[in-house]
């Protein structure tokens, strides 16, 4: 049954046709029985009421859908820079993924971000491009596009027939045969018709561009192709599929989603050229004790591992999504959770469906299902065999990059406020919060204004919560310049008990990142009982940095040693002991003030960017592009995101409301000695 299987994302840039696409898979597959439309907000794949009211997919869904004997998973994946790492975990877990492109815009910079994250992690795709209905779309040149901006081979195996309204049909170049979406049937049973005399040409030069291509990736369609014959559609299909599963070849399909023209063949594309998870490479990972790597086929009589991908609050029961990599999983089952070194007893394995769901008795490797009952498992956690215990590699998740100050309206809420946001924060590890037990505020960060005005407006409707909201601001960090040693004793008696605790610590600046596992030094006296606590403390005093109260990053932190009096020792002394041994190392290190960077992309007609690239300039923006795409120019470079505050509407008044524009986290700068003053920001 695996090599039925299909683990698929449907990934583009924000309003390219993610959504409408999907729920049109559903309707062709007998899902649903009615069409979902994002403008009238009655999709089934963007179920929760924030994405509802906005008409975009924020919280990636995952549902399975029948097509041909095959079983497709398919996760709705967000589009929205801000939403990125819900995009990156989807990633992690898939094998393969549709790429929806506006025919009219071509691939635009989201669709890059998201090809890198494809390529990264293996996931094969073919393309769809949509809109084809709108005037000024043009099916060749969004091809163009696609390889000229992902630098992959993209390779048209359709070709669209008439233009705007009058678009209903297209030619599979492969079989050589035209098909018909009619109108009246909302696009189901597709009619074969003639191919046109009309494009009689293109069609002859496209097919042989195409079957050349195949012939060069495969023998069979080689030879045949050297003889002259004609070659059986099931050949070049097959040919194809093997040049996908390179990642040779990009298969290039069109349509208009909306419309209802071309989608039941991006299905069939679906199972005719992505990988099932029996072709996905064997899965990466460690052993959690002695950290050596080896890698796990996906075997069902296999020791069981999974990943969990999305954890997500449910008003019912939490689910927990997971890709199964080996073995089986049935309710009641044991997992163990190497992380925490727990066992989680699972009640529920379930099958999505949007927002529906059915209960399985039993789920193998290759499935993406969600389990219930787990209490320690978070995203990125592996669950596997007690036994046999591997770790699949963590993901990484980018520092958030902007803040803002939270509070409730009301005083007697704070108690609320404080598991609401933990629990969001539990959800999402893009997005952080935390205390500030002086003013009582919070204070949270994300990955962008939007990420966090959506959660605010979570804890409106589905905390009941009313708060009050600073201004968004930068997300600064500070990070070590150099290295720091730091001791600290704790000897005393507090209310008649003996407290001790003695910790060292060295620090030095490590590449850029959040700050990674605290290391051990070999021969160190702490006694392992209390190990987790300096862990902890330390942990904890690294929040607040020295300089400004911002939180320390990029550094790496060595307890080289301490002592012990089993007659005295505590947990208490210890966490005392670390936290001041942490404040003095990283004071004689040095702290310098990091500050979060994006690289930006600007398109706008050419008549308003030399007014365009005056403004960035002045907002000390390093340009690295100018293109021209037709009558369109598109800058980009990278900028401070202290300088973008605002500037979506500045843009709107320079080009008229007619420049797009993206931004994406490029990773932290150091803040010059200079520039702080100019932001108000003093030593302290
Ligand atoms: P997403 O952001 O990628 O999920 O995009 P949506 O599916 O939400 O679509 C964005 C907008 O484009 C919506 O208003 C859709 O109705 C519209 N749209 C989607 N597909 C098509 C299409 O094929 N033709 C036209 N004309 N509009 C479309
Ligand atoms: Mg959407």
Known sequence: MLERLRNIGIVAHIDAGKTTVSERILFYTGVERRMGEVHEGSTVMDWMEEERTRGITITAAATTVPWRAHTINLIDTPGHVDFTVEVERCMRVLDGAVLV??????????????WRQMVRHHVRSIAFVNQLDRP?????????????????????????????????????????????????????DPRRIPVPDSVAD??????????ERLAEEDEECFQAFLDGREIPPDVLRRALRRAVGRGTLLPVLCGAALRNVGIQPVLDAVVDFLPSPLEAPPVDGFDPNTHAPFRRACDPEGPFSALAFKWAADPNEDLLYVRIYSGRVRPGDKLFNPRVKRM???????????????????????????????????TGDTLCDHDAPIVLERLVFPDPVVSQVVEPRNSSDRDRLRSSLERLAFEDPSFHVREDEETGQWLVQGMGELHLEVKQHRLQREFGLEVQIGEPRVAYREAPIGEGRGMARVDRVLGGTKVFGAVEVEVRSAPEGPISEIRWREGCPIPPRFRPGVAEALSIEARVGPRFGFPLTSLEIEVVGGESHPDRDSEIGFAQAASAALRTAVSEAGVALLEPVMSFEIEAPAEFMSGIIGELNSKHADIQEVSADGALRRVSGTVPL???????????????????????????????????????????
């Not at 007893?345 to 379930?350: D, H, P, S, T």
């Not at 300088?643 to 008044?653: D, E, P, V």
């Open 101 to 114: 492109v506006n025919g009219v815009a071509g691939v635009q910079a989201q669709s890059e971000t998201v």
């Open 136 to 188: 000024g779309a043009d099916f060749l040149q969004a091809v163009k596009s696609l390889r000229e901006r992902l630098g992959i081979e993209a390779l048209p195996i359709q070709f669209p027939l008439g233009s705007e309204r009058g678009f209903r049909a297209l030619v599979d170049l492969l079989a050589n045969e035209a098909f018909e979406f009619p109108e009246a049937t909302l696009g189901r």
């Open 202 to 211: 293109e069609v002859g030069v496209l097919r042989s561009e195409l079957l």
């Open 344 to 378: 989680e007893r699972v009640a529920r394995v379930l099958r999505m469906h949007a927002n529906t769901r059915n209960a399985l008795t039993e789920a193998g490797p290759g499935e993406i299902v969600a389990l219930t009952g787990c209490k320690f498992t978070t």
């Open 642 to 684: 202290f300088h973008m505050f605002g500037h979506a509407t500045t843009l709107r008044s320079l080009s008229q409301g007619r420049a797009s524009f993206s931004l994406s986290p490029a990773g932290f700068r150091r803040v010059t000695e200079g520039e702080l003053e100019s932001r108000g920001l003093v030593w302290s």
